[in-house]
C-alpha cells in the first residue's frame, strides 16, 4: 500500500478536520506518517503509523488575530517564516519521499515538499473555500493593496520561492491555485456559490473522528431542552459570555452544557445554576448527538459537527472568519447570529426560547444534516486521495 504524508498547522482547527481522513487510510491499509508538533503528537498518534515531532518556530498569536488587514499580513508574514524554518527539518525527517502528500491549504511546507519531491498531492481545507465569484476579502477581510507591508511580504515571498527554484508562484501558493485535487471538510450545499466551483474541488464534508483526549459523556437523563455552549480553542477568553448564559439558562429547566476552554478561570465564573453543567473541555460529539440547541462561535469545526448532526445552531462569531460561517449558517436556515457586543442575559434568553420553539429550523437542521452526511465524508476523501495515486501512477513508472 501507499505511503501518505499529513501536514497541517498546529492547531485544532487544521488538525481535528483531518483525523477521520487519515483514520481512515489507515484502516485502508496504508502507512500514515502526520509530521506535527509536541502538543498534537497524541492526537495525531491515534490516526498514524509514524509521527514526526517538531518544533514550532514561528507560532502566530491566534488569539489576536481577527482577520484584519494588517492581522492578515502578520499571519501570511508568519507562515512563510514557519516554511522556511520547516523545510529543512522536514525534509531530514523523510529520507525517502511518501507517495502522495496531504496538506492543509495553509501548510505551505507540505505544498512546496510535494513539488520538490514531485510527489502528488491532495490540498484539504476545513473552511469556506474561494474563487471568483465569492471570496472572503469581498466582505469580511479589508485587506487593502496600498498597504506597504503587504507588498514587503510578497517581495520577501517571491524571494524565497525564486531562491527554492520551485515552479509555484506566490499566487498559487496563497490562493491554493493550480492544486490538481482539493478536498474541501465542508458539503457543497454550505459554500457561498458552491455551486461555481469546478471538479478540481471534491466537497466531502466534516471526517468525522471521535478524540478521545476529551473522554467521554453520558446523558444522565432525558431532560429536554439539552443546549451547548462552546466559544471554542481559540476567542474563548470571554468570561462575561459565559456568566451571560448562565443567567440566561438558570431556571430554562433541562440541562446545559458549558465547556469555556482554557480561556477562562473555572472558579471566577461562579457558582452555576442546578441545570448548568460547567466544563472546561467536553466530548462535543457525544453531546452533539442529544442536543436541541448549540450556542457557538460559528468555527468551522463546531459547525460542521453541528450540521452532522442535525442541532439548530444560534451563532456568537467571535473574529471575521466565524462571522462568515455565521452569516452562511442563518442564509441556509440551520439557525440565527447574535452580535456579542453588549449582549445581556435577557436577550439571550428571548432568543433561545426561540430557537427552541421554531420547528421551520429544526427541520431545515435536520435536511442539511442529510446532505452533510450525503457528502460523504472520510471515505470520500481517502477516495481522492487513492485517486490521485492511481492519476500519478503512470508517469512513475
Not at 471534491?202 to 439539552?226: I, M
Not at 447574535?338 to 428571548?350: E, H, K, Q, V, Y
Amino acid at each position: 500500500m501507499a505511503h501518505v504524508a499529513f501536514f497541517a498547522p498546529p492547531s485544532a482547527g487544521h488538525i481535528n478536520p483531518t483525523l477521520g481522513l487519515a483514520a481512515e487510510l489507515l484502516r485502508r491499509g496504508h502507512r500514515v506518517t502526520y509530521a506535527t508538533t509536541a502538543d498534537y503528537r497524541d492526537r495525531v498518534g491515534e490516526v498514524s503509523s509514524d509521527v514526526v515531532e517538531y518544533e514550532e518556530r514561528h507560532a502566530g498569536d491566534f488569539r489576536s488575530f481577527r482577520f484584519t488587514g494588517r492581522s492578515l499580513v502578520d499571519a501570511m508574514a508568519a507562515s512563510l517564516a514557519e516554511t522556511e524554518a520547516l523545510l529543512p527539518v522536514l525534509r531530514g525527517a523523510f529520507p525517502r519521499p511518501p507517495d502522495v502528500v496531504v496538506h492543509d491549504s495553509a501548510a505551505w511546507w507540505g505544498r512546496l515538499l510535494a513539488a520538490e519531491w514531485r510527489t502528488p498531492a491532495v490540498q484539504v481545507s476545513p473552511m469556506l473555500v474561494s474563487n471568483e465569484h465569492w471570496s472572503m476579502s469581498e466582505r469580511y477581510t479589508r485587506l487593502s493593496v496600498l498597504q506597504p507591508r503587504l507588498w514587503l511580504f510578497l517581495a520577501r515571498l517571491g524571494g524565497f520561492l525564486r531562491r527554492l527554484g520551485t515552479d509555484i508562484t506566490p499566487k498559487q501558493l496563497l490562493t491554493g491555485d493550480g492544486a490538481t485535487r482539493r478536498v474541501v471538510f465542508i458539503p457543497r450545499e454550505f459554500q457561498f456559490r458552491g455551486e461555481t466551483f469546478d471538479d478540481t474541488y471534491r466537497f466531502v464534508g466534516p471526517c468525522l473522528y471521535e478524540r478521545k483526549f476529551l473522554g467521554t459523556w453520558e446523558r444522565t437523563d432525558g431532560r429536554r431542552p439539552l443546549i451547548l455552549v462552546t466559544l471554542g480553542t481559540i476567542y474563548n477568553q470571554n468570561p462575561r459570555f459565559f456568566r451571560t448564559c448562565m443567567d440566561a439558562c438558570a431556571d430554562l429547566g433541562g440541562h446545559v452544557v458549558i465547556a469555556v476552554g482554557d480561556g477562562v478561570d473555572l472558579d471566577a465564573l461562579g457558582t452555576p445554576p442546578p441545570n448548568v453543567e460547567l466544563r472546561r473541555f467536553v466530548a462535543q460529539l457525544h453531546v452533539l448527538e442529544h442536543a436541541d440547541l448549540f450556542i457557538t462561535h460559528a468555527g468551522m469545526g463546531s459547525t460542521m459537527e453541528a450540521l452532522y448532526h442535525g442541532v439548530p445552531m444560534l451563532a456568537v462569531p467571535q473574529m471575521a472568519e466565524e462571522q462568515a460561517n455565521a452569516d452562511r449558517i442563518a442564509e441556509v436556515g440551520a439557525g440565527r447570529v447574535l452580535d456579542p457586543g453588549g449582549l445581556t442575559a435577557p436577550a439571550l434568553r428571548a432568543e433561545i426560547e426561540r430557537m427552541l420553539a421554531d420547528t421551520g429550523i429544526r427541520r431545515r437542521a435536520l435536511e442539511l444534516r442529510d446532505a452533510t452526511r450525503a457528502a460523504g465524508g472520510a471515505a470520500a476523501a481517502a477516495d481522492c486521495v487513492e485517486a490521485e495515486l492511481r492519476a500519478a501512477a503512470p508517469a512513475t513508472r
